[in-house]
Nanobody, 114 residues
Framework: QMQLVESGGGLVQPGGSLRLSCAAS????????MGWYRQGPGRPRELVAV???????NYADSVKGRFTISREDTKNMAYLQMNSLKPEDTAVYYC????????WGKGTLVTVSS
């Protein structure tokens, strides 16, 4: 069964760091664009970062310079390194995969609070 499973969320103080991981049960993982979306309290789901099959990346303006998306095709994994976290980064973070079809994970909660 094709699925995405996120991990690595939790509670962190402002200024801290977290690394999210996405384990993908996908054939031909290397062909998929991988992304991270988030949905904060009372807010719509928004794109955080995306990495194409060739490695090109794009980021939301709000996270540029603080977050880094990466992938490890040999392990069917995608990652989101989050540094200098702010309270407004608090959200459920979802892993996303796209290659013809779209796949979504169930999300992992990140709470940034002192």
């Amino acid at each position: 069964q094709m699925q995405l499973v996120e991990s690595g969320g939790g509670l962190v103080q402002p200024g801290g760091s977290l690394r999210l991981s996405c384990a993908a049960s996908i054939s031909n993982f290397r062909l998929y664009s991988m992304g991270w979306y988030r949905q904060g309290p009372g807010r719509p789901r928004e794109l955080v970062a995306v990495i194409a099959s060739g490695g090109n990346t794009n980021y939301a303006d709000s996270v540029k310079g603080r977050f880094t998306i990466s992938r490890e095709d040999t392990k069917n994994m995608a990652y989101l390194q989050m540094n200098s976290l702010k309270p407004e980064d608090t959200a459920v973070y979802y892993c996303y995969a796209a290659f013809g079809r779209e796949l979504w994970g169930k999300g992992t909660l990140v709470t940034v609070s002192s």
